[in-house]
């Protein structure tokens, strides 16, 4: 930017008669525009002077200058007291988009943006109420956060609480196996999982060895090749829930519990123990005949 020491002075100068305590130090010019230095943090109303000051600039277009802001990172809350199932009525439990509803008709959040979609999980299986996770931005000093928390609001006879929490990035899945409940370089199985077809074979090798991508004339209907590059006419199969998708889809239940290590837990002992009973009907019936 050119002239920046004046530009720097005059900035300076605006400020001291506000009284202000911030000052500025200097003036970078990068590709998606000015970063202003300052000494302090600066206030909602420095910011407005240092904006109606760059609008007003000499060869600055004002139509091109956006309003000023600080520089964002997340803050992460958590909102507790909504219930699991929003309407007695219904079985439908809570989504994302009914939490972005619910925020958007409380004036807390007026000024509030989510940096991802709300998460939700059920606090326990006896218990019919929810704890939503949300990431916001905010200012490096968390100030938008600290004005929420412990905030109480109205959810129809209920009352919500938000409170502080901690970056919460869900329970990982194995990049190996696609197993979830733990990490790829932690996985105890020898070579690899299709995260397609559940296949002793890497996902990239699907079309490669996966006899539903070959040609096979003798079905009825035939089956034609799947050939390289098209995509795959057929379901896959999920290694965790059995569904007809990846193993990573947002479809599978799995992956919406992908907050809730407890549901995970319980629903992989439940398919161990269905198998366990699997098989030994199996070796029964065989026994018999």
Request: net charge positive; glycine share 4%.
């Amino acid at each position: 930017m050119k002239n920046s020491a004046a530009h720097v002075a005059n900035i300076n100068r605006l400020l001291r008669n506000t009284k202000s305590e911030v000052a500025v130090d200097y003036i970078r010019s990068d590709p998606i525009g000015l970063s202003i230095v300052t000494n302090k943090i600066t206030l909602q109303s420095d910011l407005q002077i240092i904006g109606q000051y760059m609008k007003k600039s000499e060869n600055i277009n004002e139509l091109q200058v956006e309003e000023p802001r600080l520089p964002q990172s997340k803050s992460y809350l958590k909102i507790i007291g909504i219930p699991y199932y929003p309407n007695s009525k219904s079985q439908e439990c809570l989504n994302s988009s009914d939490v972005e509803a619910i925020l958007k008709q409380n004036q807390i959040f007026d000024d509030i943006k989510l940096t991802s979609r709300p998460r939700i999980i059920k606090v326990s299986p006896k218990l019919d109420m929810s704890i939503i996770w949300i990431d916001i931005w905010d200012i490096q000093s968390g100030s938008k956060a600290k004005c929420l928390i412990n905030h109480c609001f109205n959810i129809g006879k209920y009352i919500a609480t938000v409170r502080g929490a901690n970056m919460n990035p869900g329970i990982p899945q194995c990049k190996n196996c696609w197993k979830w409940c733990h990490v790829t370089f932690s996985c105890r199985i020898q070579g690899s999982k299709c995260v397609k077809c559940n296949g002793p074979h890497k996902s990239k090798n699907h079309h490669e060895f996966r006899w539903c991508c070959k040609a096979n004339e003798k079905t009825n209907p035939s089956h034609l090749e799947t050939k390289k590059g098209e995509p795959f006419p057929h379901s896959f199969k999920c290694s965790n829930c059995r569904g007809d998708h990846q193993a990573d889809s947002n479809q599978c239940p799995f992956w919406r519990h992908h907050f809730n290590r407890e549901w995970q837990q319980k629903k992989y002992t439940e398919i161990c123990e269905n198998r366990i009973k699997s098989i030994c009907s199996m070796k029964s019936g065989k026994q018999k005949i």
